[in-house]
């Protein structure tokens, strides 16, 4: 088919946390002074070692951490980002995508073992309190960890970089790369990102307007995607850069019954896809509420995918 590589990954890949998670939380202390017990006992303290802990919100790791969930121009200078959720957490630790700058735990609870080596020891216990302000959630019912990562080095945002040196670093002979267009909803944005991971494309380009995909929204519908496959922050300039360079064919997601240009809209036939199988691609897909971006509509070939079940369509 036209948008696959390879088979998507097994469903028990994005499932196995839950083990680990229930063990958590029958870890979690249940007499107030058990925490200084399950501290003396926690391997992330070495003899001699006291326990970090943070009881006010006006500490400056709180604060820094709360400026990494809130703002993408702050994540990007510190080159760090925030993971609300043991289960996220688990999960791409596992996978091995992201090294643990701080991981920050509720008071009373024990530092699960297998993140211990990855954060190094450095294992910060909290408040309800803190641990409300990081995550902005009111209850901490499923906030028992948030994390503080490494972006990871193959994200490109090419307002601070080298077009050229940005995009070959990112996308080396890319046949299939999916840009978002607008895209400003970050759970969609984290779905877009984790499909074309499952489907083995080569990256993801952002163009303006669209959300960051290291929003904690975002990072948690991409289900560690977006630590894995290379993502690109450029306008349209460096996208025809792109294409240029590679020699890709633009491809645009449009609806035919839309006005604005569905004259020119393909359906995504048998043969249109078969057509399109040799050939390096970059499919354009727009925001929800606004769709496609003039630029995008004059740029591209448009194409629609037939929703009436007929069978044979792709």
């Known amino acids: 088919m036209l948008l696959a590589r390879a088979p998507p990954p097994s469903p028990s890949a ?12 029958r870890r979690r202390l249940a ?40 703002s993408a121009a702050y994540r990007r200078s510190c080159r760090r980002l925030v993971l609300v959720g043991l289960a996220p957490i688990l ?70 970089d080298e077009g050229g040196a940005g995009l070959d670093a990112s996308f080396q002979s890319p046949k299939r790369i999916l840009v978002l267009d607008g895209i400003q909803d970050p759970g969609n944005l984290g779905t877009l990102i ?13 163009l303006p307007a669209c959300c960051d995909p ?22 349209w300039c460096d996208l025809h850069d792109l294409v240029t360079r590679y020699g890709m064919k633009m491809l645009a997601g449009h609806p035919e019954s839309s006005s604005d240009g569905s004259e020119r809209t393909h359906t995504l036939s048998n043969e249109l896809a078969d057509s399109l199988m040799s050939e390096s691609l970059c499919l354009v897909l727009g ?12 740029a591209c070939d448009l194409v629609s995918i037939p929703m009436e079940g007929h069978g044979n369509q792709r």
């Open 214 to 235: 290291f929003n904690e929204k975002a990072l948690r519908a991409a289900r560690g995607a977006s630590l894995q496959l290379p993502i690109v922050s450029g306008n």
């Open 91 to 160: 999960e791409i630790c596992r996978l091995g995508l992201a090294a643990i700058d701080c991981l920050l735990l509720l008071d009373g609870a024990e530092v699960p073992g297998e993140l211990h080596e990855l954060s190094g020891g450095n294992v910060v216990y909290v408040s309800a309190t803190v641990m409300k302000k990081i995550s902005g959630m009111q209850s901490v019912d499923s906030t028992e960890a948030i994390a503080v990562m490494h972006m990871p080095k193959h994200f490109c945002d090419l307002g601070d």
């Open 287 to 298: 925001s929800e509420g606004n769709g496609l971006s003039e630029e995008t509509v004059q």
């Open 14 to 25: 994005f499932n196995s946390p839950t083990i680990s998670v229930r063990a958590f939380h």
């Open 194 to 206: 984790r499909s074309a991971c499952a489907f083995k494309w080569d990256g993801v380009f952002l």
């Open 31 to 70: 007499a107030p002074g058990a925490a200084a017990t399950a501290a003396s006992k926690s391997p992330s303290l070495r003899v001699g070692q006291k326990r970090k802990q943070v009881a006010s919100v006006a500490n400056p790791l709180v604060k820094h951490c709360v400026k990494l969930r809130d």
